[in-house]
């Protein structure tokens, strides 16, 4: 599995944060002009930025998945992930997704004796109780900052944590340092 990126995750629910909130500004001024074409131009980009930052969310709940899977994860990825779409459930299963992804693999880091790399399992248990809160009006937009907040200062060690799994990165290694055709010593490939 190729190691997870932390540039592109943390730009990524940065940015989605960011253009948010700038929208959401811009929205509230639409509103008070009654610009209805503004209005629906704000609502759709918002709207568009929802649905990146959920695919990449998804996106890094399987890899996380599949890291810990080589350890002796509980949950197979594609249970991780295809749970999260089944409604009302899906305010449960956040809970062993995310959460559950760090205390098992704060498990597997005592048995291993590495307990220095540990991920914080307060700030994505604070995750995954503020999400069904976020359709409280008006203070789910507050709860959408602190929840994105939260995510972004655990990402960094989530990060390293799973890219410190085995096996993730190690393919790529091989990819990277093999070469792809017989060759003979000399040569040169034109």
């Known amino acids: 599995m190729r190691p997870l ?6 730009g990524s629910f940065l940015g ?4 948010s909130l700038v ?5 509230a001024t639409m509103v008070a002009a009654e610009n209805e074409v503004g209005i629906a131009i704000c609502v759709g980009i918002i709207l568009m930025t929802a649905v990146y930052e959920a695919i990449v969310f998804v996106v890094m709940i399987h890899k996380m998945w599949s890291g ?21 459930f899906n305010l449960y299963w956040i809970y062993r997704a995310l959460w ?8 597997f880091a005592a048995r291993s004796g590495s307990p220095s790399r540990v991920i914080p399992e307060a700030p994505l248990l604070a995750y995954c109780i503020l999400t069904p809160l976020l359709w409280i009006p008006y203070l789910g937009v507050v709860l959408a900052v602190v929840r994105e907040m939260l995510l972004l200062s655990v990402l960094g060690p989530l990060v390293d944590s799973v890219n410190g799994l085995p ?7 091989r990819v ?9 010593e000399g040569e040169v490939v034109v």
Not at 100 to 107: H, L
Not at 167 to 173: E, K, L, N, S, T
């Open 167 to 173: 096996g993730v990165g190690d393919a790529m290694a």
């Open 100 to 107: 559950g992804f760090a205390k098992e693999y704060n498990s």
């Open 5 to 10: 990126n932390k540039g592109f995750y943390f």
């Open 23 to 27: 929208l959401g500004v811009v929205l």
């Open 68 to 88: 810990l899977k080589g350890v002796g994860g509980r949950l197979s990825p594609g249970e991780a992930v295809g749970l999260l779409f089944v409604p009302l």
């Open 176 to 184: 990277w340092c093999e070469p792809a055709w017989p060759y003979r």
């Open 16 to 19: 989605s944060l960011v253009v």
